[in-house]
């Protein structure tokens, strides 16, 4: 990440404190509110009637967020698919896509038998989910409205789950689950480009349940939000897998020299919760998020490699990392998520999943 995009991070998450920090906030906050304006005019639209929103005839969840940024969505998304699949449902996810997908087209990413596109066609979110739930649908649509309707009429959809959907109404839902970073739910508190918020923070109003991510061990209080909250975690497992499959622990790994690298929002967390698991880092590398990947990336990791003996990254990252020959052995870590409130989330969503219209 440039030093421009780490100064920019610093100010929307915690304020601006030098006098340039504030000379440039005072520039972005009327963009902010210009911008916080248009999103309430919008939402305000789609709520009387104004502008459509396409229903589907099967129920729809949307799981979404209030800011840009990481807030450890995917692994949510995963853990909907399996629950939904425990219910003996048959799965949709539906996805924007990121730069890492190639094409405007609607692309279907898994039909139901594991991934049908590579990583490069699908991007890294989706062909992930793809991989790890082989029975279920993805597909990723610049249109969402679009990949609701494939999803249901030509793949027989009974249950969608719309990814990163709070702020795309185009699509009716009859669930909106948000999350929240536990450390830093709102950033600075402003809308873009003045801080992190996609929307106001009033736009929570429209939430049925809040989902605070990253929660740690002493979390104390929650977040002020309309309407109830769980708390997660995300957890590391025990274990490390290289790219060719073979299993190594973290402890087999904690006496040697790590080099980690990861291209997600925040790559700060996942750092310490290896060094908490017993790892030596000796170096870090924070590539800017859904990193494609490439040459100067090849480069870096090259020059890194001089300080350790094996490199270790993120599910998501490991993924995009086929075509690159790295002169280290690297390894992923996969993530698990754990509800401090053991079936509350269940117990909000089976209703809703049940309800075929």
Known sequence: ?????????????????????WLIFAFLLPLGWLYGAVMRLRALFYR?????AYCADVPVISVGNLSVGGTGKTPVVDYLIRYCRSLDKRVAVVSRG????????????CAG???????????????????????????????????VRHAVENLGAEVVLLDDGFQHLA??????????DALRPFGNGQVLPAGLLREPVSALRRGDLFVLTRCPEDLAGTADVPGPVVHCRH???????????????LRELAGLRGIAFAGIAEPEGFFRELQSHGLTLTRTLHFSDHAAYDERAAILLKDAAKSGDYFITTEKDAVKLAHMTLPLPCFQVPLRLMFVETGQLEQKLSPIISNQR
């Open 1 to 21: 990440m440039t030093k421009l995009a780490l100064f920019y991070r610093h100010l929307a998450v915690k304020g601006p404190c030098s006098p340039l920090e």
């Open 48 to 52: 009387i009637g104004w502008f459509d």
């Open 98 to 109: 990121y730069a890492g997908g190639k094409g405007a087209a609607l692309r279907v990413v």
């Open 113 to 147: 038998q594991g991934p049908i596109l590579d990583v490069q066609q699908a991007g890294d979110e989706p062909w992930l989910l793809a991989r790890r739930n082989p029975a279920a649908i993805v597909i990723v649509a610049p249109h969402r409205a679009q990949g």
């Open 171 to 180: 699509v009716s839902r009859d669930f909106d689950l948000v999350l929240l």
């Open 235 to 249: 957890i590391l497992e025990e274990s490390a897998v290289d790219l060719d499959g073979e299993v190594r622990s």
